[in-house]
């Protein structure tokens, strides 16, 4: 008879429903926070969630040639993005139910698959927009997806293993390491792929048009359900990466995992959010926008600091 800790199984419920119900609250309060700097009313933090109201109730539309897998993509992709938020330290810090499924690396190539399910179902849509947009997103994950894959095997050196949660713990207990040349580097390096996979990056044309469209392509022939279903990744995506970025990179201490102490991890998840909220607002509003081509310049510098990151450990190791 299998045994279940009552503990363990709070702890994931808890991580998973924070990671689920609460990533659009994020964006919100990134986009509120935006609209004050910018001296503009700006919508409620809420705006979010009722956006995924509205587009949950609208009847879905397809395009008459698109293939099952535009039908389906979503929910895949949902299902990719609830899989990692059990696998990775985004709220409590010790290993929950499933956290043995993947580890870092595995993490990050979950990461691409859900990309790939995406465009692959940008592409079956059938539509010239968003296989423009998409074959864009092609030419530039070659960098950002090896930068990802590269950061999180020069993480696992640090430890000597690929478990996220011994790495947050050893970086919590080891001050001096958040210090170091090499975790500098693989800070940058992972803090310029967070701006890049959340569309933040100061150098995209981000919007609708022909020439700027990039993540905005994969949802241009959705609607309704479907769309509410992609938006939610996107936020679920956004959290899950900011959450690595604070709780391994930027700030690893905080977080508790003994009972009950674990739901004073709520709290301190939103003010390192706040945090790190406040750092891409410096970036995003400080430093002008570019054009598209340079995105590849930006993606190469990121890949450059990674691949320095790893011959660092090795060098030091």
Excluded: C
């Amino acid at each position: 008879m299998v045994r279940i800790d009552y503990v363990t199984f709070t702890e994931t419920l808890l991580q998973y429903f924070f990671v689920v119900g609460l990533s659009p609250l994020f964006a919100g309060i990134f986009h509120r926070a935006k609209s004050i700097v910018e001296s503009k009313k700006g919508p409620s933090i809420f705006q979010p969630y009722y956006d995924l109201a509205k587009l949950l109730r609208k009847e879905t539309l397809r395009p008459s040639n698109s293939g099952i897998i535009f039908i389906y993509a979503p929910y895949v992709a949902f299902g990719v993005y609830s899989l990692i938020s059990l696998i990775i330290p985004v709220l409590i810090p010790a290993p929950i139910y499933f956290t043995a499924s993947a580890d870092f690396l595995g993490g990050a190539i979950l990461f691409s698959l859900a990309a790939f399910v995406k465009m692959a179902a940008a592409f079956g849509s059938n539509s010239n927009y968003s296989a423009l947009g998409v074959s864009r997103m092609l030419s530039f994950n070659f960098l950002s997806e090896g930068t990802l894959i590269t950061v999180f095997f020069a993480v696992s050196l640090i430890t000597g293993t690929n478990n996220p949660y011994t790495t947050n713990q050893f970086l919590a207990s080891n001050s001096l390491q958040n210090i170091s040349i090499v975790h500098i580097f693989s800070t940058l390096a992972f803090f310029m792929l967070f701006l890049y996979e959340t569309g933040r990056i100061p150098l995209e044309s981000a919007g609708l048009q022909e020439l700027g469209m990039i993540d905005e392509a994969v949802n241009y022939e959705y609607s309704g359900k479907l769309l509410a279903i992609n938006k939610w990744n996107s936020y679920i995506k956004q959290y899950l990466l900011g959450s690595v970025l604070l709780n391994v990179f930027l700030v690893p201490w905080g977080l508790s995992s003994s009972s009950p102490w674990f739901l004073l991890d709520i709290p301190v998840m939103f003010a390192k959010w706040l945090l790190l909220i406040g750092i891409v607002l410096i970036v995003e509003t400080t430093l002008a926008k570019l054009r598209l081509f340079r995105v590849l310049d930006y993606l190469a510098t990121a890949f450059t600091f990674s691949i320095l990151f790893l011959i660092f450990t090795e060098v030091i190791a």
